[in-house]
């Protein structure tokens, strides 16, 4: 997943930044209301986790930008504000959940993936296409009970791809799930990507649309 992580705290968004790539999600961090309503427009967002407390802009002015610019993005939101009228108005204002500073990871990701699960469809943590099963909560991969070693990015293209079963992703959507800003991203990295995976898993699993993208189907 694709997170706009928005917290001005460097200390706290780089720890979070951290914990959010080693769960598998890209994150693209600002400090900033201004840089975020430009981020939420223009990237490839799957969710936000916004820090109401900004330096240059009320938090609660960037959730209603975003949510009227970009509604279907879900919005967590981390604040330190805990009195009952700042939660009532940021969930009044679209917001998706709520977490009061200080918090656990632990339920900031378990939070993430209820979204996760939301966004897809999904009943529970696992996903079964055929013999392949992921579990998007221990991070695995098992085809017929047995597990599959992957990088985390090969983790990464086969979980996109499985919670899109049916539907075809392109090279660039892929990439937009795999790199963060900046990141440099060499031609055929995709389809390195895809390559070695397709190896760890059975024959035609992920199918080559030519000139569009790649799909799983169901």
């Known amino acids: ?10 200390p706290l968004a780089l720890g979070l930044k951290h914990s ?6 890209v994150v693209d961090w600002v400090a900033t209301g201004n840089k975020a309503m430009q981020g939420a427009t223009t990237a490839d967002i799957e969710l936000a986790i916004l820090d109401l407390g900004l330096p240059d802009i009320d ?11 970009a509604s279907v993005i879900p919005v967590i939101i981390l604040t ?5 009228e700042s939660k009532v108005t940021g969930l009044d204002l679209g ?27 999904q009943l529970s943590n696992q996903i079964t ?16 009970d047995a597990d599959i070693t992957l990088s985390r990015r090969e983790y990464m293209i086969i979980k996109a791809l ?10 660039t959507q892929l990439e937009s799930k795999l790199y963060e800003w900046g990141e440099e991203v060499c031609s055929n990295t995709i389809e390195v990507h895809i390559s070695n995976v397709r ?3 059975p024959t035609n699993f992920i199918t080559t649309v030519r000139g569009v993208g790649y799909i799983v189907k169901p």
């Open 129 to 144: 296409v055929a013999n392949v099963t992921i579990d998007l909560k221990a991070h695995t991969v098992k085809c017929d």
């Open 80 to 84: 330190a504000r805990d009195s009952v």
């Open 1 to 10: 997943m694709r997170i706009l992580l928005i917290e001005d705290d460097e």
């Open 199 to 201: 190896k760890k898993l």
């Open 59 to 69: 938090g609660l002015k960037v959730l209603r930008f975003i949510k009227q610019s």
């Open 20 to 25: 959010l790539n080693r769960e598998g999600h």
């Open 95 to 121: 917001a998706d959940d709520y977490l009061a500073k200080p918090f656990e990871m632990a339920e900031l990701l378990a939070r993430i993936r209820v979204l996760e699960r939301r966004q897809s469809n």
């Open 162 to 171: 499985m919670e899109n079963k049916g539907r075809i992703l392109s090279k």
